[in-house]
């Protein structure tokens, strides 16, 4: 049988509507340029050690 359910339908987590509490007021500049987008470009990088260079691409979401 074939679904097309959406997953929108259903709730998240509840570690990632905690989180997104902890941050809904936060101001931040665009994709890249922020401080979470910084903090995991330093995580990856710090994982990267002895390899190339590794850069995060967040997904272009807009529609």
Do not use: H, W
């Amino acid at each position: 049988m074939i679904s097309f359910e959406s997953d929108y339908n259903n709730g998240m987590l509840p570690e990632i509507l905690e989180a997104l509490g902890k941050t809904n007021s936060d101001k931040t500049s665009g994709y890249g340029f922020d401080p979470y987008s910084e903090s995991e470009q330093k995580r990856k990088s710090d994982k990267a050690v002895g390899q190339r260079e590794c850069r995060s691409v967040l997904p272009d979401r807009r529609t």
